[in-house]
């Protein structure tokens, strides 16, 4: 049997672990564990690497999502918008400001948010909208920020799965206003431990989340507002720099793997495979493919030694930390219907094109094993209709 992982964390460490040890030591020798020196200059490398003016690092990609949202004044009354396809973290960091979460459905194809529906969601109540870059495949920017443009409304990337991915040539992560990005260990970016990024070009901005995940203080216990401990650690600092200059091969190597994903999938009608407009190039944090009996077809690849993921088996609305959102079964048929049939597949740069090859066989098995065959057909052709 050939065991696959989900993501082999242990296979990146084995390829840097001298830098990465080295880099561990140095902090250790200097102790200056708190916004360290390493801190500072990962700053600079990533705002360089996403090519916006500043970066200021943080300790989850949540925390990135909250700061940012509050250095906006974004509170009590407030709506935020985002989609119902998305890691629950996106709508928490309304939630825990006072703001009110509102969910709008995605887009079929690149299961994002719908600008149309967005442009439908607004009320005079709307301060700011929260598009997420799911799987590492952009959102449709262009329209989303006319809308934004037209309401007024502050730009927040939800860049937490999106470390590389371009729109059109321009890197997620400035597309609006600020961007919130995580460095959860298996993101395509990832720390030893947690670890996040708000980045902006607005420098007003950088500087309120600068005070305010460092205790509010603008000098050493002078307090200035009422802030947080949310610093990014030095630590992991470290490590991300050591990994940051090749995060680019990495997502190459991502894309290649999709790539391989694709052509062996391209005689089964039973299996949707991602396929992203022209200018939308993913950084494939995730390769999320559709089938009918989902939960039979995991089971048997389990079986077999493959681990997948569902990102998300729940939608937002049916979370029951959103029962008080009042969200009915059937408000986002498109992420409803999506959440059954979704199967994240092992996807990481060291990824070989056999064990690929040996994903895609064994997904055909279970499709037949199952009697799906046939079923998801249906699938494709729903995603190609236009679902209102
Ligand atoms: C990972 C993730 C987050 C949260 O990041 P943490 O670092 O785990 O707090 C938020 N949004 C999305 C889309 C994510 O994938």
Redesign the pocket.
């Known amino acids: 049997m050939m065991r696959i992982p989900f993501v082999d964390l242990p296979a990146q460490y084995e390829t840097l672990a001298d830098e990465i040890n080295a880099a561990v030591t140095g902090v250790m020798k200097r102790c200056d564990f708190i916004l360290g020196k390493d801190a500072s200059l990962f700053e600079a490398e990533f705002a360089e690497y996403c090519g916006a003016k500043h970066c200021v690092g943080v300790d ?6 909250e700061l940012a949202l509050r250095a906006y004044g974004i509170g009590p009354g407030d709506e935020v918008i985002t989609t119902a396809n ?2 629950v ?2 709508a928490f960091a309304a939630s825990v400001l006072g703001a009110t979460p509102v969910l709008v459905d995605i887009d079929p194809q690149t299961y994002n948010m719908d600008p149309a529906k967005l442009a439908a969601a607004v009320t005079e109540r709307t301060k700011a909208v929260i598009p ?1 870059h ?1 799987y590492g495949c952009p959102a449709d920017m262009t329209p989303i920020l006319d809308v934004a443009r037209r309401h007024h409304l502050i730009v927040i990337e ?1 860049a ?2 999106a470390h590389g991915a371009t729109y059109h040539g321009a890197r997620t992560g400035t597309l609006g206003h600020a961007a ?1 990005f ?3 260990p298996g ?1 395509n970016l990832g720390a030893y431990g ?3 990024a708000v980045v902006t070009d607005d420098a007003e901005i950088a500087r309120f989340i600068r005070v305010c995940r460092d205790q509010g203080q603008s000098e050493k216990y002078h307090h200035v507002m009422v802030g947080h401990n949310h610093r990014l650690d030095t630590l992991q600092a470290a490590i991300l720099r050591v990994k940051l200059p090749h995060l680019d091969d990495w997502n190459d190597a991502r894309r290649r793997n999709a790539a391989i994903y694709d052509e062996f999938f391209a005689d089964n009608p039973n299996v949707v495979t991602p396929s992203y407009p022209e200018g939308f190039q993913s950084a494939y ?1 995730l390769y999320v493919i559709r089938v009918k009996n989902r939960d039979a077809v995991r089971k048997h690849l389990d079986e077999q030694g493959i681990a997948c993921g569902i990102h998300y088996p729940i939608p937002i609305h049916l979370q029951p930390a959103y029962q008080h959102l009042g969200y009915m079964r059937g408000a986002f048929p498109i992420t409803e219907a999506y959440a059954d049939d979704i199967l994240s597949l092992p996807m990481y740069a060291e990824l070989t094109e056999e064990a690929i090859q040996h994903v895609v066989q064994e997904v055909g098995l279970a499709i037949e094993r199952t009697s799906g065959k046939g079923m998801a057909v249906s699938v494709k052709n729903a995603m190609n209709q236009q679902v209102t």
Do not use: E
């Not at 989850?60 to 999502?65: E, R």
């Open positions: 989850s990609g949540t925390s990135a999502l998305t890691f973290a996106t997420v799911l939800d937490c799965q919130a995580s460095f959860y993101k947690d670890g996040g944090h």
